[in-house]
C-alpha cells in the first residue's frame, strides 16, 4: 500500500505535490511567507479584475444619473 501511494505521487510532480505538500507542512511552520507571497500574486490579479467591475459600474451610475 505505501509503495502504491508514492508511485501515485510520483505521476503527479507538477502542481499536485506541490499544494499538497505545502498546505501540511508549511502551514504550521511558515503561514506569513505563504501568506506575502499569495498577497502579491492574487493582489495583482484582484487589482485588474476590480478595475474592469469598477468601470463598469461608474458607466451605470453616470446613465442613470443624466436620466
Do not use: A, H, L, M
Not at 2 to 17: I, Q, T
Not at 25 to 42: A, L, N, P, T, W
Not at 48 to 53: D, E, I, S, T, V
Amino acid at each position: 500500500r505505501r509503495r502504491r501511494r508514492r508511485r501515485r505521487r510520483r505521476r503527479s510532480r507538477g502542481k499536485r505535490r506541490r499544494s499538497r505538500r505545502r498546505r501540511r507542512r508549511r502551514r504550521r511552520r511558515r503561514r506569513r511567507r505563504r501568506r506575502r507571497e499569495r498577497r502579491r500574486e492574487r493582489g495583482r490579479r484582484r487589482r485588474r479584475r476590480g478595475r474592469k467591475r469598477r468601470e463598469r459600474g461608474r458607466r451605470r451610475r453616470r446613465r442613470r444619473r443624466r436620466t
